[in-house]
């Protein structure tokens, strides 16, 4: 099959050549425009291209057929050189329906590609989506090449021999519009084919269907010359190794695995489903050949309480959630603050408060982060950069959390969590092991064991498990003695204990690497662009645009954002102007501003989606 | 190795008891220590995990491992725990606050998941570290003060609650009665999975006497009912005893029925319905009220079957090879054999164990 595609001669139709090309798919959350945007994305990383992607989903699993909520799209940025972000403007969009083209032809650069499903465009949809005519009939689309397909009336013709009947006849329609896109952009088809056939190896006839209707989109394009050109983007030339395509959610999972391996701790996952954590949660359900055992509880507070019996019975323990369930969590997270247990809190977050946008990114839970518990309980917090960066932060909060004997609070985001991008392989026995010694002998006069007496370094206390002979002791939420552990109400000793765990928390900063500044390297640059999260492609790409145009713009990224890097203060000193933009009304600049008195500005966005590159470049250009 | 030989001083701490003078719980905890003695098991394998509350402290005093956690979350913390390690005698102590209002969510499903807990549950029907608020277990009309013109909450009956999230081992007990109280400890103990005991405790400070019709000297003969396995429900001396009508338990005087008729202990009954309609013939210490096992049925325990789990896909997949995961949803190279930079393939995907 896959060779009766490749040898369908596209050439007649020639090539144009892009070094970079931004695509939408959007439709009805039912037509699988996830799906076709993966499949569009994996084709493109096998290719070689670099690339980003954006997915967005209503947070109704189905919202009615055909209505604007119920609209689904994937973005993704393909290129032939290092791109940071998905891309601001699609260069084309693929709209299955009416809905899916009002909601979105907005974002269509001008003169842009547009492909529509035109069987879908009848009156009730028309009306559903709110146009009053055709858009396709009127003047609306005039400066656009649009590609009119219909698609429903080809994808029964295509499979009608497959053995698929009823409701899955149209259900590979998103296949026949992957099948136009593949040809229109010069994908590679293999990889769709075997994904296919391996993905659908027990319904025959569904892969069968599958594959008719990619063969009958692709053999569209050739048949019809669809357009006056296709496009080809090359691959890139990106750093030597080998890479593979990965989205936050599954690099997460992965790095709790590799981090549970090089501390050699069996890996505890005690969660609740939650939008947009879950993905965590699957991943590491189908790796118990790890030693990996997961947890679904009755609710939030049980999934952080059984993390805790957890790291207490000596294992690698770790919670997720979102900002709601963060919130379920806090009096458990402020609990095992108080045992100095390690564990690792992940908060993908999404946009609040309360439900907020579920399924949308935002980066309004730091200083959730930061204060948000009962008592003095400052945490390590830790910013994931970007969807492969979850690999390396995941076995960083570990060790850290094990050094430290603390819990750690780990951020992601939507677009980290859903977001997707290659990722350089690294070989996982060359990353540094995590020292882990577990007290097995009495540390006290008389063969007495004291709980609470520190490392002379790390100030941790010695992490002894239950079922250590002569080490039995009892911990517990009331303020413990210094040293002994016992229950002590003692004001001296809480003003004691409560510094102690402080200068705990706030020593990490000599453990973590400086923050690195990117794009001065003649130290003349007059604006430094601060980041953590999610934004570091778009400011990068923002700056990126800005030296272009001759500015002199650096930039720098936090990955560890309590404690923070010790060289912050000089580096944001040496700058006289510097740029925070965030996913929120301003959070990290309060940070800066309160430990550094320094003024920095804002750049704030809180609209359900990541900035656009060309938002952030404009602050710059504004700025200097 | 031989078995370590134990007295009840081994399991005490050196840290101060400090219940109110006359508290049930003293009696509670020295039944626990001489219990735990008994069993000549290596103390360090025990972990105790409490919650908030009076009871909530017992962990301090026991020579085990122990964590006195936050209000409600026990069954939750040592579900992880014996999770992450079976090969641990986890127990849990908490109170009719502490379980069923606050941390009610929590015991249910512990015990529906048949988690290998031994949960005791100090039933003094009174909030007593808050100093002397109604419970989910006080009566209605209850005084106190929360509740100056008397309690309008419908009160829950524990072993009911119990038997409706599916417990397979359901018993009751009296702070005063160390025998029956070590008793069911033993049977809990070798029970496999959850098991959930709750001790009638009297908080001689914000509500003496609570279980007076139970303890006391005129009074106990006529109301405690002891489940014997195997035996036939009597009591007040044999004059009285207990039969099924309709399906529901009921107290008749022994002379007035057949002896045949009168029900038979069976803790083993698969389903729980028999055992339900024995809870029900008192609503809290008032009247007949049945002590002992009411139910102790065999089902996977949880712990168990999520280590199963692990050690069958260990067995089918052999141990992870984490650079295998990470390249198992397919790859591409850049470097000198693709001077383009192009792809030459991919790699992972189906040959990994690691693939679905």
Known sequence: MADDIATADPSTTPTEELDQLVIRFAGDSGDGMQLAGNRFTDASALFGNDLATLPSFPAEIRAPAGTLPGVSSFQVQIADFDILTAGDAPDCLVAMNPAALMKNFKDLRQGGTLIVNTDAFDERNLAKAGYDSNPLEDDSLIGYRVIQAPMDELTKEAVKDTGVSGRNVLRSKNFFALGLMAWLFHRPTEPTIEWVEKKFAKKPEVAAANKAAFQAGYTFGVATEATKNTFAVKPAALEEGTYTNVNGNTALAWGLIAASQKANLPLFYGTYPITPASDVLHELSRHKNFGVRTFQAEDEIAGVGSAIGAAFAGNLAVTGSSGPGIALKSEGISLCFMLELPMIVINVQRGGPSTGLPTKPEQSDLLFSLYGRHGEAPLPVLAIASPSDAFEMAIEAARLAIKYMTPVMLLSDNQIANGSEPWLLPNVDEIPPIEVRFATKANGPDGTFLPYMRNIDTFARPWAVPGTPGLEHRIGGLEKESISGNVSYDPNNHQLMTDTRAWKVANIANDIPDVEVDGDEDGDAEILVLGWGSTFGTIRAAARRARMDGKKVATAHLRHLNPLPNNLGDVLRSYDKILIPEMNTGQLLKVIRAEFLIDAAGLNKVAGEPFKVTEINEKIMEMV | ?356
């Open chain 2, 1 to 356: 190795m031989t078995a370590p030989s134990y007295t009840r001083a081994d399991f005490q701490t050196d840290q101060e008891v400090r219940w109110c003078p006359g508290c049930g719980d003293y009696t509670i905890l020295a039944s626990v220590q001489m219990f735990l003695a008994s069993l000549g098991r290596p103390r360090e394998e025990f972990v105790f995990i409490s919650g908030i509350g009076c009871a909530a402290r017992f962990p301090y005093y026991v020579e085990t491992y122990g964590m006195h956690s936050i209000h409600g979350r026990a069954p939750a913390i040592a579900t992880g725990l014996a999770t992450a390690r079976p090969d641990l005698s986890v127990w849990v102590i908490t109170g009719d606050g502490d379980a069923l209002s606050i941390g009610g969510n929590h015991l249910i499903h512990a015990l529906r998941r048949n988690v290998n807990l031994k949960i005791i549950m100090f039933n003094n029907q009174i909030y007593g570290l808050t100093k002397g608020q109604y419970s989910p277990t006080s009566e209605v009309g209850k005084a106190t003060k929360s509740s100056p013109f008397g309690s309008v909450d419908f009160p829950f009956n524990p072993v009911s609650l119990a038997l409706g999230a599916d417990a397979t081992f359901v018993a009751r007990t009296l702070d005063m009665d160390r025998n029956h109280t070590q008793e069911m400890l033993q049977k809990a103990y070798e029970h496999e999975g959850s098991a959930f005991i709750e001790v009638y405790q009297n908080c001689n400070v914000f509500n003496d006497k609570a279980f007076i019709q139970l303890t006391g000297k005129e009074e106990r003969v006529h109301n405690r009912i002891d489940l014997v396995h195997g035996k036939p429900i009597v009591f007040d001396e044999g004059s009285k005893a207990v039969v099924l009508r309709g399906g529901e338990a009921e107290v008749v005087d022994s002379s007035s029925v057949d002896p045949k008729a009168i029900l038979v202990h069976d803790e083993t009954r698969p389903d729980p319905s028999v055992a339900f309609t024995l809870s029900r013939l008192s609503h809290g210490p008032y009247g007949p009220t049945p002590v002992g096992v009411f139910r102790n049925v065999k089902r996977d325990a949880y712990d168990i079957a999520v280590n199963a789990q692990v050690e069958a896909a260990k067995e089918k997949l052999g141990p992870g090879d984490i650079n295998n995961l990470i390249r198992s949803h397919g790859t591409w190279t850049v470097g000198p054999a693709s001077p383009n930079g192009s792809s030459n393939g991919k790699s992972g995907g189906s040959d990994s164990p690691d693939q679905s």
